[in-house]
């Protein structure tokens, strides 16, 4: 049985930072790929950040620059660095594990956490 369990989030002012931990017990740690999506309110989840199971990662260009995805094996956990953050970073955050289809995109499988709320506002 998959579970992840998301924390880090909390209220920000515009230029800040915050790190996203999302920690994971179930199956090899290593035999996914790992994203974090995010959900305002009102619209549709996204899709922040991505690592795959070599370590390749790739991002939304909204957030491209100022948001890191990163893994340690060691403890099972999944991060989300976030810097220089806006007032449109406002959401709920969720960590997904997942895999890359043929083409090389990312797919969720439907393991996901119960969200962090991460709040920027002046």
């Known amino acids: 049985q998959v579970q992840l369990v998301e924390s880090g989030g909390g209220s920000v002012q515009p230029g800040g930072s915050l790190r996203l931990s999302c920690l994971y017990s179930g199956k090899t740690f290593s035999s996914y790929a790992w994203a974090w999506f995010r959900q305002a309110a009102g619209t549709q989840r996204e899709l922040v950040a991505s690592?795959?199971?070599?370590?390749?990662?790739n991002y939304a260009d909204s957030v491209k620059g100022r948001f890191s995805i990163s893994r340690d094996s060691a403890v099972n956990t999944v991060y989300l660095q976030m810097n220089s953050l806006k007032l449109d970073d406002t959401a709920v955050y969720y960590c997904?594990?997942?895999?890359?289809?043929?083409?090389?995109?990312?797919?969720?499988?439907?393991?996901w956490g119960q969200g962090t709320q991460v709040t920027v506002s002046s």
């Open positions: 997904n594990a997942g895999y890359l289809n043929t083409g090389g995109a990312y797919r969720p499988y439907n393991y």
């Open positions: 690592m795959t199971r070599g370590g390749s990662t």
